[in-house]
């Protein structure tokens, strides 16, 4: 399987795995400290983090079985996760929130973003990406 197809399936059992979890069980927001104390914010929890996320998984499944689509996944997967870094890092140096959990999240989601920008740098170093040509396998 190529770098590419990797990195968009990657991504997908991720934003998957995590959008099952809070549309299932938003109140495991609590491991960070977030009380859902009202409706409004359990539905808010389930639509954003489950249904966002879900959606994003989709995307980045079906890209990875469409040549055409190869790159624009990888961008969107580089800048999702890139800024979803940039807002932690951010919030831990204005907030003071440099908790494990949080800086857990925070490399995976780098290497999420840098394995998207490698494999997308890897696909413009290929001639013929449009016209329909085959690449990365």
């Known amino acids: 399987m190529s770098l590419p197809r990797l990195s968009l399936r990657l991504a997908a059992l991720a934003f998957a795995g995590f959008g099952v979890a809070l549309l299932v069980r938003p109140e495991l927001m609590a491991m960070l400290g977030l009380e859902l104390g009202r409706a409004a914010a359990v539905t808010e929890i389930r639509a954003f983090y489950g249904g966002l996320e879900l959606g ?72 013929g990406l449009r016209g329909g040509a085959k690449y990365g396998g």
């Open 56 to 127: 994003l998984a989709l995307f980045f499944a079906l890209a990875s079985t469409r040549d055409a689509w190869l790159a624009p996944a990888l961008f969107a997967q580089a800048a999702a996760l890139g800024g979803i870094v940039l807002a932690r890092l951010i919030g831990v140096a204005v907030d003071g929130g440099a908790e494990p959990l949080i800086l857990l999240f925070a490399a995976v989601e780098v290497a999420g973003a840098v394995l998207a920008l490698v494999a997308l740098r890897g696909l413009r170093g290929l001639r």
